[in-house]
């Protein structure tokens, strides 16, 4: 689970509770490996859910081959 901090808070970045860790608000960190610590920060209001966004880009011009590649193509290949 990605997790998005919306205070800067020094916590705990193992589950033993011997490392500590300043999370940055703003920043997105990824607690795949520390649920009881994201479930912690969630629970006090200090952090959210994180969703990935997706962009799409549309493309609606499509690039045409010129008569002229075609041209130099049937004249390399011997085509008519």
Same mark, same amino acid.
């Given at each position: ?15 033993? &509770? ?7 608000? &703003? ?17 006090? &209001? #200090?952090?959210? %859910? #994180? ?15 010129? #008569? ?10 011997? %085509? %008519?």
């Amino acid at each position: 689970m990605k997790i998005k901090m919306k205070t800067t808070l020094e916590a705990s970045a193992n589950a033993e &509770g011997s490392v500590s860790m300043v999370y940055n608000s &703003g920043e997105v960190y990824d607690m795949t490996n520390k649920m009881n610590i994201a479930t912690i920060l969630l629970n006090d &209001g #200090s952090a959210e %859910k #994180s969703i990935a966004g997706t962009t799409k880009k549309v493309i609606k011009d499509m690039e045409k081959k010129s #008569s002229k590649a075609k041209k130099v193509l049937k004249k390399v290949f011997g %085509k %008519k």
